[in-house]
């Protein structure tokens, strides 16, 4: 097997070790794009994973974050620097985290540079909200945060669009969705989150100020869909919004999330109707 065969099969293992929301969409994508998508979502979920690191101390994990954030806006990626950086850490962190720099060489040249600069500044925003130990206070201080780490993975997607064949999407459309998706997310995980300490909701805000969020945005989402005449990358965003939606309606309901039967029903559904 050659070396590239091999990192694509690892991007591919990796993917689906990593992300729920993702891996089904991206799989039904076209060779090209399903490529470019999956590494450049291992990147952002590289520094996702330090973000979230249970263990690493706040000091740690921001100092980690903003150096990947410096390192991520050279080109070309300096990789013996940033495993350097990461060398005293290396058992506490996960493959996908370790191998940020196998991501970035599985990325097509001509889009590898929209992606480290989405990915670093996700980092750096990270970082911030690390030090502010994820306290969110205002409707204002969750856009923030969801911006950083959801709303930038809509930006990085529509770069992706835009080089693959000339697709225009609306930014602030683009974000929303990642928001949408982002706040179905804190939804689900509130009470997991409580018990680590972690609150996203700003004060005063109930489950239903948190369900009105998560539908304005999603609203957004259908937005943004409808600019878009490719195909192949409409089927990709309809698959994570009809499950958002769902798990809310599922939520709405009494019932924690929807059930692996009602995920593939809901990705059959929308196969059948493209």
């Known amino acids: 097997m050659s070396m590239k065969a091999k990192l694509q ?4 293992r990796t993917l ?6 993702f891996y089904i969409p991206i799989t039904l994508l076209k060779p090209k794009l399903k490529h470019t998508v999956a590494s450049a979502y291992l990147c952002m979920r590289a520094v996702d994973e330090i973000e979230d690191h249970e263990t690493l101390d706040m000091e740690v994990k921001t ?3 903003r150096e990947t954030s410096d390192l991520l806006l050279t080109s070309p990626f300096n990789n013996e620097k940033y495993l350097e950086l990461l060398d005293p850490y290396k058992d506490q962190l996960p493959e996908v985290t370790l191998r940020l720099g196998d991501w970035i060489e599985f990325c097509p040249l001509e889009i590898v540079n929209k992606v480290t600069a989405s990915t670093s500044e996700m980092a750096d925003g990270m970082a911030k909200w690390v030090e502010k130990d994820f306290v969110v206070k205002t409707k204002e201080d969750l856009d923030e945060y969801t911006y950083y780490v959801a709303g930038l993975v809509g930006v990085m997607l529509s770069d992706i669009w835009g080089w693959y064949d000339g697709t225009e999407t609306d930014r602030e459309l683009a974000i929303g969705y990642g928001r949408g998706l982002q706040a ?3 939804l689900r995980n509130q009470e997991e989150d409580a018990e680590r300490g972690v609150g996203f909701f700003p004060e005063n ?5 948190m369900f009105h969020y998560a539908e304005r945005n999603l609203d957004k989402a259908d937005l943004y869909i409808k600019d878009i005449n490719t195909k192949n990358i409409v089927l990709f965003c309809k698959i994570p919004l009809a499950l958002a939606k769902k798990t809310l ?3 709405n309901s009494g019932k924690e999330k929807m059930s692996r039967q009602e995920v593939e029903t809901t990705v059959e559904q929308i196969l059948k109707e493209e």
Not at 9 to 12: C, E, G, S, T
Request: no cysteine; aromatic share 4%.
């Open 63 to 65: 100092r980690l974050l």
């Open 184 to 186: 179905v997310n804190m």
């Open 9 to 12: 099969k690892d991007v591919m």
């Open 16 to 21: 689906k070790q990593t992300s729920r929301t």
């Open 249 to 251: 309606h599922a939520m």
């Open 205 to 209: 805000w109930n489950r239903s100020d």
